[in-house]
């Protein structure tokens, strides 16, 4: 029995959310960062490396499924009728991942780096108990699995939207799509280019069409000093560190990607120019500094600028309102006259929102720029953040909490009796020196960074 039978379309409404996001706010600023990246950097994948391993081994199935030489036999057979149903798409994937784990964990003594590789944490568990010898059971099952729920959380499960998202397959793993043929002979160019993929490609197809002809049950739960050492060599030679990754794969990546143009170019010219510090700045600044360099860019899209114009103007207004929920859960309790005082501690003033809001409500561009529940969210907020009174302000801002809290079956952080605020929750800290200029939200810049240090490889 799978997940697949029990899910539904897709509902922009039930997010991923937790308690650590009780104004909903993710769901407004990740719209606008993802109409920056198109979902190519995300929160779980902006690793050039993880990109680039995922690449291969959806390059070998693809080889796999249009070869019709290649077919289940023996007792693979029984176990996978047809070499086409996801069940087998997704044994292989996990298969390889694991492998892959293993030969970068082995390799560590040789220098290879390891950070981001995922499931490294739970490979080094197993690795110790088994004496370096841990069995890797062929399937989609969760003995087969090396992180719970792999083929959501393992690398291909973290990359899959962002390659769907480019064309190189379907939910389902159908590569062959109408207009993607281009991309995947670009991507054959690229993996016979380099000859560290080269070798995996050819090692990683060979083996695989091994297992498919596998007649007894010890091929298919083999110790890992059975797997071929070539294939295990292979695999350290091609990622032993992201720097390298990042020398081969540069340009085919920027290209594939496309965050070289457009409001992500605009962002990857000034991270370019601040390699070295722009760590330190304000993602304010990094924006402000991008919307110059998009002014500049003849052939940028004109949808994108407006992006990039719009986070500048919608996200001091999002940095105010999480300043005032913050204020709120400061202490345990507090009446509406002391966060009154807090508010002017931060030199507002009860017309600092609703002057905030007026300036957004004008702009039609800014509401036309958001939709479904991001849009709801945002009106929502606009519209209790222009009550003419503080105290209103943070009687509409509390209802709105609870109904979100509410919505989503938690309690309530916060709540009102007569003219005290309670807090039920640990309290925040709030940082003295925060105005209502500074961002909170970072719209994927710490994530873009990460994926162009990968990158720029040994020149960042």
């Not at 070499?83 to 964990?105: G, W």
């Not at 719009?310 to 400061?330: K, N, V, W, Y």
């Not at 009102?416 to 200029?437: F, N, W, Y």
Request: glycine share 6%; aromatic share 10%; charged share 20%.
């Amino acid at each position: 029995m799978h997940i697949e039978n029990f899910l539904t379309s897709y509902d922009d409404s039930l997010t991923g959310e937790l308690n650590i996001d009780p104004l909903g706010l993710l769901v407004i600023w990740s719209s606008w960062g993802q109409d920056i990246f198109h979902s190519r950097i995300t929160s779980i994948a902006n690793d050039v490396r993880q990109y680039t391993l995922n690449l291969v081994h959806h390059s070998v199935m693809r080889q796999l499924m249009d070869d019709d030489k290649q077919q289940t036999a023996g007792l693979m057979k029984s176990l996978y009728p047809k070499k086409h149903m996801r069940e087998f798409k997704a044994a292989c994937l996990i298969h390889l991942e694991n492998i892959y784990i293993y030969s970068m964990l082995e390799a560590e003594k040789l220098g290879v780096l390891l950070t981001g590789v995922q499931g490294i944490n739970k490979a080094r568990l197993r690795w110790d108990v088994s004496a370096h010898n841990p069995q890797l059971i062929f399937g989609h099952g969760v003995d087969s699995q090396l992180l719970t729920n792999q083929m959501a959380l393992g690398t291909n499960g973290r990359y899959k939207s962002p390659m769907m998202s480019m064309k190189f397959f379907t939910a389902d793993y159908c590569y062959n799509l109408p207009g993607n043929q281009h991309i995947w002979q670009e991507t054959k160019a690229f993996i016979d280019n380099v000859p560290q993929l080269k070798k995996l490609h050819a090692k990683s197809f060979s083996y695989l069409q091994s297992l498919m002809h596998a007649s007894h049950n010890r091929d298919l739960t083999p110790l890992y000093t059975v797997i071929p050492k070539d294939l295990k060599k292979a695999y350290v030679q091609a990622f032993r560190d992201p720097q390298m990754v990042g020398d081969y794969s540069r340009e085919f990546w920027l290209a594939r990607t496309g965050l070289n143009k457009n409001a992500a170019g605009a962002l990857y010219r000034v991270m370019e120019k601040h390699r070295t510090d722009s760590a330190e700045m304000p993602v304010s600044t990094i924006f402000a500094l991008a919307m110059q360099e998009a002014e500049k860019m003849s052939d940028i899209d004109n949808n994108e600028l407006m992006v990039l114009k719009h986070i500048r103007q919608a996200e001091p207004f999002l940095s105010l309102i999480d300043l005032m929920f913050t204020g709120l859960r400061r202490q345990s309790s507090q009446t509406l006259t002391e966060f009154s005082q807090f508010w002017r501690e931060h030199s507002l003033s009860e017309q600092d929102l609703p002057k905030m809001a007026a300036q957004l409500q004008a702009d039609s561009q800014l509401a036309d720029s958001l939709s479904g529940t991001p849009k709801k969210r945002f009106q929502h907020l606009l519209r209790l953040a222009g009550a003419s009174t503080l105290k209103e302000q943070v009687h509409g801002l509390l209802e709105y909490h609870n109904e979100l809290m509410a919505m989503r079956g938690q309690f309530s952080w916060l709540a009102m009796e007569g003219e005290c605020i309670l807090l039920q929750v640990p309290p925040a800290t709030v940082d003295v020196s925060r105005h209502k200029g500074d961002w909170v939200n970072n719209y994927y810049l710490p994530q873009f960074r990460h994926m162009l240090k990968g990158l720029w490889g040994n020149t960042a």
